[in-house]
């Protein structure tokens, strides 16, 4: 899977999830810019999961979207 439709991927969940557009979501844009905790990130994580059909561990710390999804792209 390529990091743009990583990117797609992530950006529509976290739009979904916390109610804004889409388009609004940048490669450097961080969580806490987003208003995303670290237990709305667990249930992000497991949102992606499903749609991304894949088992997604973090292992580093993540501050942006893009870093997200950099690690995510490199294990697909």
Avoid: P, W
Wanted: negative net charge.
């Amino acid at each position: 899977m390529s990091e743009q439709e990583v990117f797609k991927a992530v950006a529509s969940t976290i739009a979904d999830r916390i109610e804004c557009d889409e388009a609004s979501i940048k490669d450097d844009s961080t969580f806490r810019d987003l208003g995303i905790d670290s237990l709305d990130t667990v249930d992000l994580l497991m949102d992606l999961e499903d749609k991304l059909g894949m088992q997604i561990e973090i292992d580093q710390k993540i501050g942006t979207i893009g870093e997200l999804v950099s690690l995510i792209a490199s294990k697909g």
